[in-house]
């Protein structure tokens, strides 16, 4: 058997995997103020004290306190641990643990963008595993159900408040490398999808992060083995993607289009934890951890070059997003282009730059060889690429034509 095979084989295996499964989903509360519904859930299932992990940002501007307050009011003590940075390091989840223990308390509340959920779940699986993060690299390393973990999600983008996954920074040699851990245990217990939180989010942040959503739902469905659930899933984020991101990022104080860009993202994610994402996530994964460039930023200016590299092996699913989305075609061809071209549309729209201006040629093999090893035989991607078409995405996001 050929070495494409064998991955094929394995990822069929995967695939049939997770359908058997059927990975829990998280419990949900929604709405304008379901965030102040936390402290009554905490109450019913006994917890005293609970880790509130955030962004500094979101303590500076006082978010939180209705929360906070409410907490204090129902005597559940609350450990604020504002830490956590864009790309989280190993080093900040360690922390978070050590003074999860420390601090006694029995429950986790992460509230921020992908960044602080993905620390957080990263520091609830050392609360339960003696192993290094690096140990619980890859899939299936953690396997112990975590301490009650909440998400709420404040960025409409990465979905995490709904995946297995988590991804961290970690450093060999000064050389900084970004790895996921996946685990269905890493699944939040709940999430919290209250658009108040995000109304601050800037407009280029409500871009980047809803182009980051978009991604999740394009990769997930044209993946192979995507399963009627994951379509459905991904094409209810598509269509209130195209629906409502830019308008969200013309004008971010509409609670509703906030509510609904939350609920895409959620959507988005669950989508993508039941088939994986692609090669747009394992080169965007490479040139973030080189470059330190936003993920969402990324992903937004590698998709359409992606997609347009797959050529006609996605045609049909491209054609099918497109038709959800609105977008019109005489046929799969003319659809799916369209379709690109739409989304390149929106990111001019939105001001995202269709090409990494850090890129440079000379770190070409560094980014494809991580970005390969990430996605073969992981990713259930629709082709299987080696260096050559790799080489010929990265080639138009230098020159910026793409
Ligand atoms: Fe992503």
Redesign the pocket.
Known sequence: MNREKAWRLRQRMMSAALRVMKQREPHLLEGPGSVLQIPAVLEEKGITRVMLVTSAGFIRRGTLIPLMDKLAGMDIGCEVFSEVMPDPSVHCAEKLHSLYKATGCEAFIAAGGGSVIDCTKIAAALCVRSKTVRQMRGTLQVMHKLPLLIAVPTTAG?GSEATAAAVITDTVKGVHYKYAVSDPCLIPHIAVLDPVLSLSLPPHHTAATGM?AL??AVEAYTNLYASDNVKKHALTAVKMIFADLEKTYEDGSDLGRRGRMLKASYEAGIAFTNNF?GYV?ALSHACGALYGLG?GEL?AAILPAVLEEYGEAVYGSLSEIAEAAGIEGQDQKERARNLISRIRAMNRYMGLDEKIRPLKQEDFEEIITRALSEANPAYPVPVIWGYKEAESVLRRLLAGNN
């Open positions: 990465t980051d991604t999740h994402v996530h993920h992903n």
